[in-house]
């Protein structure tokens, strides 16, 4: 692997502006990169509610991204950060891929794939196995994540409020 010019921390906070981007569009924030000599090579942003397409997770963008622009299905030398850990369905690309290494800053419990709820990325009976870093700006990217839960739990109430006091109102 080249040298890195960059630390981590710095493309984790490339990749947490992606999050932003994919808050603003209503999305679950989270953003990918994908790293190649030390340049952002592709780039990536939660995208399934306004694609209505399940597949359409940052990881999985980046890496559609990087193959169109590596003309190659292969990821060789290249890092993808990724600001929460890949669920089961992006780890698996990253190991089809062949993406070299994996850094991601949130753990997910529920669904992750890279140490949390199993390790897909790592399973010795695969033919290639990334190196991964977690927790890599851990707390910023599970801020992100939970403030928007927390805030789309309490639209959610609201509009359970509004149509009730509709509907009372109605009678």
């Given amino acids: 692997m080249t040298e890195q010019?960059?630390?981590?921390?710095?493309?984790?906070?490339?990749?947490?502006?992606?999050?932003?981007?994919?808050?603003?569009?209503?999305?679950?924030?989270?953003?990918?990169?994908?790293?190649?000599d030390n340049k952002i090579i592709a780039t990536g942003w939660n995208r399934s509610i306004c694609t209505h397409d399940p597949s359409a997770h940052a990881e999985m963008l980046a890496v559609r991204d990087a193959g169109q622009k590596l003309e190659n299905y292969r990821m060789l030398g290249c890092t993808l950060y990724v600001t929460l850990e890949p669920c089961f369905m992006c780890a698996g690309l990253l190991v089809h891929s062949r993406i070299e290494r994996l850094v991601f800053g949130a753990h997910d419990l529920k669904t992750g794939s890279a140490g949390s709820l199993m390790n897909l990325v790592n399973h010795p009976d695969l033919n290639h196995q990334l190196e991964v870093t977690s927790g890599v700006l851990a707390d910023e990217c599970g801020d992100k994540l939970s403030s928007f839960f927390r805030r789309r739990r309490k639209e959610i109430k609201a509009k359970k409020k509004a149509l009730k006091n509709n509907e009372d109102n109605n009678l």
Wanted: proline share 3%; hydrophobic share 45%.
């Fill in 5 to 36: 010019l960059f630390d981590d921390e710095y493309w984790m906070h490339q990749a947490l502006k992606l999050a932003d981007k994919a808050e603003s569009e209503g999305e679950i924030p989270v953003g990918a990169i994908i790293v190649k």
